[in-house]
């Protein structure tokens, strides 16, 4: 054990929100709020943003009952942002708020790219002599994050995707004359959620096609595989990554030519559309893109309880982690057994194994054709979507958190 490290404590939320992000906001924040050695919790307005600009909430004044709603409160209570750290000043600024706050611990909640927000943030600290204690709480329903068996929010999406291909199928089937549905599903390179559509077979209503951005697209080849579908059942479900790729590098929603974020990722989107364009094209038949878009993410109404659970977990085991003299290291999950039964473990990983790597879907557990994933895949996703989310409801409508956020 380290020697005890006294001081107030900072949390932030950045990148895209989540079905289960604030239960690890409550994780971190309960466990900072019930330790003698950390003297005050702060939260961040949107992210490293919030200390940059010195906007903090003191979360010592939330009423303790709102703060347990952040269980299940999609999104991220706090405010989020997409903000590259730009150079050595940002880091300076970012040290004299640590000393005008004498914050001795610093969590940071996010994916890949908040990883490298808090390995920066670390090295300077360390380089500056400066004692502070960096922890990386993970979060994306990407499940990209390298070093860690799957990511919080990846469970619940991944649940709400293959419910709603479900649904789709079901809605798609139903008339007797012939239709084409291609499903658009989030996934810049790693196809973690366009896969998870195969889990919809064991409610009997699968997609008859899966492409994934871990193979490069071919048009041809695609609408092929749909003709032949089609002229089968006179009926086809296609689900596809928004970030599939032609051989040239383009996404097929051309997205070269649109926006990009603050990390200079292309802003994806319209795949769908193209795609029934150019099915109706070939075939003459109805065909209808659907893009599940941003409802993937917040889907609190249908989370998984064993992601709620482990995001919360995630964020405790930082803040523990932290106490016992670790840093520089971000949360991972490990996959054990128990009695025959899946059981979620948690280990460490430094912070410059996870920043700015992904973890793509490995090549044996899609199908040879490339259309479908394997039973492999289904197994390792399948224990991540059990149970639901029992969050309180008021009017028939879920009660989410009502936070003061009381400026510092």
């Not at 109404?301 to 964020?315: K, M, N, P, R, W």
Request: glycine share 10%; net charge negative; aromatic share 8%.
């Amino acid at each position: 054990m380290s020697e005890k490290l006294k001081g107030a404590a900072v949390f932030g939320q950045s990148g895209g929100p989540t079905s289960v992000i604030n239960a690890s906001a409550y994780g971190v924040i309960k466990a900072a709020l019930d330790a003698p050695e950390i003297t005050k919790v702060y939260g961040m307005a949107h992210g490293i943003v919030g200390l940059l600009n010195d906007t903090l909430y003191d979360m010592g004044e939330e009423d303790p009952e709102e703060l347990k709603l952040l269980l299940n409160t999609p999104s991220s209570a706090l405010g989020s942002c997409r903000y590259k750290l730009k150079s050595d000043e940002d880091l300076a600024k970012i040290l004299e708020m640590f000393k005008k706050y004498d914050i001795r611990y610093f969590f940071y909640n996010g994916g890949n790219d908040s990883m490298d927000t808090c390995s920066k943030i670390s090295d300077y600290m360390s380089k500056v002599g400066y004692d502070c204690r960096v922890m990386g709480v993970p979060k994306t329903i990407d499940n990209d994050l390298v070093g860690t068996d799957h990511c919080p929010g990846f469970g619940s999406a991944a649940k709400y995707i293959a419910t709603s291909i479900a649904e789709i199928h079901k809605d798609a089937y139903v008339y007797d004359t012939g239709a084409i549905t291609i499903v658009e599903i989030m996934g810049r390179n790693a196809g973690w959620l366009t896969g998870s559509a195969a889990l919809a077979e064991l409610s009997d209503a699968p997609p008859d096609l899966i492409y994934l951005p871990e193979l490069l697209f071919d048009m041809d080849a695609f609408l092929t595989d749909v003709e032949a579908v089609y002229k089968k059942k006179t009926k086809c479900l296609v689900a596809i990554s928004e970030g599939a790729q032609f051989a040239d590098g383009t996404f097929i929603s051309q997205a070269k030519a649109s926006a990009t974020d603050g990390f200079g990722h292309a802003q994806l989107g319209g795949t769908a559309t193209r795609l029934a364009l150019e099915v109706n094209k070939k075939l003459g038949v109805r065909v209808r893109g659907i893009e599940l878009s941003l409802l993937q993410r917040c889907a609190a109404h249908i989370a998984s309880q064993t992601d709620i659970d482990e995001a919360f977990l995630a964020g405790k085991s930082a803040v523990e982690y932290a106490l016992s003299g670790g840093t520089g290291k971000m949360v991972i999950f490990t996959r054990e057994s128990e009695n025959g039964k899946y059981k979620c473990g948690i280990d460490y990983e430094p912070l410059s194994i996870c920043a700015n790597k992904e973890k793509k879907i490995p090549r044996e557990w899609i199908t040879k054709e490339g259309t479908y994933v394997t039973r492999d895949f289904i197994d390792y996703v399948l224990p991540l979507i059990q149970g639901d989310n029992t969050r309180k409801q008021e009017n028939g409508l879920p009660r989410f958190a009502k936070l003061k956020k009381v400026k510092v």
